[in-house]
């Protein structure tokens, strides 16, 4: 079987995006524009993968840690063809079919790629170009063919006549080509055109000239060669892949209340009979359990839940574990290293960060929790805080089992409490406490009888 070479091609800033960042950086469904077509194309088992990159280049190479693809830089955006050129040297010796793919279209799937490959070879071609048939073709390229309906050329939209810009077949920017015809065609290639840029599609015209087969590949579902222009495009195609994610979510047996403001990564995934509220974004590495409950604003990023956990209404969780019957909320913020054990109940205002739970442990209302690991079937009262930071380092705590924490308790770390102590409330606890004891700070409560009546006469003799 012939290898496959892939060339994407991001060098471009994206004037239209009217952005610092640059285009192929502007995140679609999670992650930047550039890997979704990166992504696809990498299914195809690619021998050799040349990306070009320009603008923002060092950026755009720090968005994909993995291996095994070739970093090249074009200095100056002279247009597609000049892309192309750059990578020649990586593909000295290359016997194989280049597929050629833009950074900025998105949504190819691997069996469309893999039939147009299909489709070249079979025809034996020098070239074979993506077309699509478009309402509204504007901004692309059109297709032009002759009175046999073979392809002539392709003319870009600025140079187009309107008897041109009237063809709704458009190039859809995905070519698949023999290297040795690319790269000595690409050499002809001029920039006599509107923008001054040597354009990739011109090869076909050269080709022809030529004598070589130039073949076409008509997609049949022109939504996936979308290309992402615009703020605007990139906000619509956000919009469809949202739909495309919650509709099979919603068939896997989720009930998502109100798909419209759902928002589900690709990396996600989600357990039968879980009900999802409004507002709910589920983002990263994030798994969700068997019949658990999201009443609604809830954020969660790389977070596991396990089955039947029921996050009440307006939480943000990252990178969490939550054992299966755990209750959390509404408003509760768990931090990074957060895991909470089975039934375990975490209330109203209560933040926990790097912080262990045991089964049955309860944080009900208004605490911090960071840097602490307590055992099961623990109650911590309103008001607890772990001071675990002095100004220079942190410092743990850990709590036994059954422990009772009253209300107003804070506990200056590092510190440790043994099993079944007992905390009076309002109290300061500096020293580790033996297991079974009862802690509370020796305060003499006074009382003065009538004094409100005192004070009150007395300020209104001052007002007189
Ligand atoms: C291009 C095609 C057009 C086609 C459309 C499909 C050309 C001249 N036109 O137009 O026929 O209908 O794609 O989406 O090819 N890039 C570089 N270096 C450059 C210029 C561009 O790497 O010097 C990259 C861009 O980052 C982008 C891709 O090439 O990822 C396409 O460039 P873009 O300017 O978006 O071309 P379109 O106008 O969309
Ligand atoms: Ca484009």
Redesign the pocket.
Known sequence: MKEIGVIL????QGTRMKSNLP??LHRLGGKPLFLHALGTARELKPSRVAI?I?HGAEAVREAYCEQGVNWVV?KK????G??VLCVKGHFCGFTGDLLIL????PLFKEQTLRAMVRAHRERNAALTLMTAVLDAPMG??RILRDMCGEISG?V?ERDATDAQKRVQE????AYVASPEFLFAALEQVDNKNRQG?Y???DVVTIGLTQGKRIATFRVDDSREML?I?TREELAAMEKALQEQINRKWMNDGVTLQDPQTTYIEDGVSIGRDTVIGPNSHLRGRTIIGERCQIDGSAYLTDTELEDEVHLRFSVVLTSCRVARGAIIGPFAHLRPGTSLGRDVHIGNFVECKEATLGEGTKANHLSYLGDVTVGKQTNIGAGTITCNYDGFKKYRTSIGDRVQVGSDTTLVAPISLGDDVYVATATTIRHDIPAGALVFNDREERVREGWTEQKRNKMRGSKN
């Open positions: 091609l991001a060098a471009g285009k192929v070009v320009g074009q955006q002279l247009g597609t000049h892309a833009s950074g900025d279209v692309y390229g392709i870009e458009v190039n859809a920017g840029e354009y990739l599609p290309g222009n």
